[in-house]
């Protein structure tokens, strides 16, 4: 079954320290791939996504990711975190149609 | 501006009671879908519907109903069936065609029983 696996359910990080979150899929086709972000009791917000084209990807926030189709990977970096980036990120894969296929979530915690 | 509204955004329920949860967009997207989230277990897919009288069930549909009669509204029932249904729910919504910006969510609603 196609799916997306988000390695780590929970990444504490200091503040201004740097943060990667990381997200395989598997499939061998071509996909759009999506990272949203939630913050407590809200819905999901689109961060950024990858639909072709350059492999590195920026999104709001100072977010980026990069895909690595060879190691179907589309991690999430920031290179200095806040402590209002404290939040659940999830990262979703489009395979076909408008079926999105979402992973359990990353629940990052910036500590002052 | 445009959006997904959901409401209420808490709810409490008595054991035993069917509740229905509101979903409004004006985005006139197509495809319209329910979510449930409980902690550390992401997102599961309810029910889905991709156009007006049509839905289809998701993964985890037992003890939930929805309908569409209208494009802009796809309300969800929880009902007695529903074994635990505390919970956050999401809503969702894409347009055919423009997949690539990816789905618009509501705010959520919160579901409690008490």
């Known amino acids: 079954a196609q799916s997306v696996t988000q390695l780590d359910s929970q990444v504490p990080v200091f503040e201004e320290a740097p943060v990667e979150l990381r997200c395989n899929y598997s499939?061998?086709?071509?996909?759009?791939l999506f990272w949203y972000v939630q913050y407590p009791n809200q819905g999901l917000q689109l961060l950024l996504k990858?639909?072709?084209?350059?492999?590195l990807v920026k999104g709001i926030n100072g977010f980026e990711a990069e895909f690595n189709k060879s190691q179907t990977s589309f991690h999430l970096r920031k290179p200095s975190v806040h402590i209002s980036d404290t939040a659940e990120y999830f990262c979703?894969?489009?395979?076909?149609?408008?079926?999105?296929?979402f992973g359990t979530g990353t629940s990052l915690t910036v500590i002052p | 501006d445009g959006g997904i509204t959901q409401s209420p955004k808490y709810l409490f329920r008595k054991e035993g009671q069917n509740v229905t949860l509101s979903c409004e967009q004006n985005?006139?997207?197509?495809?319209m879908y329910w979510y449930r989230q409980d902690p550390g277990q992401g997102l599961r897919l309810i029910y889905y519907?991709?156009?007006?009288?049509?839905?289809q069930k998701g993964d985890i549909a037992e003890g939930y109903s929805v309908s569409r009669e209208k494009k802009e509204s796809f309300p969800l029932t929880v009902t007695s069936a529903q074994k635990n249904p505390t919970a956050f729910y999401l809503c969702?919504?894409?347009?055919?065609?423009?997949?690539?910006?990816?789905?618009?969510f509501g705010s959520g609603t919160r579901l409690t029983v008490v």
């Open positions: 985005l006139n997207h197509d495809a």
């Open positions: 969702a919504s894409i347009r055919r065609g423009v997949e690539e910006r990816g789905y618009t």
């Open positions: 499939s061998s086709v071509s996909v759009y």
């Open positions: 990858y639909l072709s084209g350059s492999t």
């Open positions: 979703a894969v489009r395979l076909y149609g408008n079926q999105f296929y």
């Open positions: 519907s991709q156009i007006v009288n049509d839905f």
